[in-house]
């Protein structure tokens, strides 16, 4: 079973930016799509953005397009989403996961990394 760590959260002012990280133990990595989700408590996960085994195509939802960039290192098995200009209802936990398309591939996810961001 696919293990995800994701890590790079943290606090930040809005218009700040942070880098979040997402290790991923599956041996077939460089093989497959990989997105970013997050979470608000009381809301279902909210897929962000998604890039495919090669990195060559990349898909956001519209809220973060322009200011999110996700990419990805498969000789080390980690994907990266870099955000700018964040803004308060950013605020969420984000999770990584291998997708198809917009959508998980397992229903499993790890612990996520909670980005705060203050107005």
């Known amino acids: 079973q696919v293990q995800l760590v994701e890590s790079g959260g943290g606090l930040v002012q809005g218009g700040g930016s942070l880098r979040l990280s997402c290790a991923v133990s599956e041996r077939t990595f460089s093989t497959i799509a990989m997105g970013w989700f997050r979470q608000t408590p009381g809301k279902e996960r909210e897929f962000i953005a998604a890039?495919?085994?090669?990195?060559?195509?990349?898909s956001y939802v519209d809220s973060a397009k322009g200011r999110f960039t996700i990419s990805r290192d498969n000789a080390k098995n980690m994907v990266y989403l870099q955000m700018n200009s964040l803004k308060p209802e950013d605020t969420a936990v984000y999770y990584c996961?291998?997708?198809?398309?917009?959508?998980?591939?397992?229903?499993?996810w790890g612990q996520g990394t909670q980005v705060t961001v203050s107005s």
């Open positions: 890039i495919s085994w090669s990195g060559g195509s990349t």
């Open positions: 996961a291998p997708v198809r398309g917009k959508v998980p591939l397992y229903d499993s």
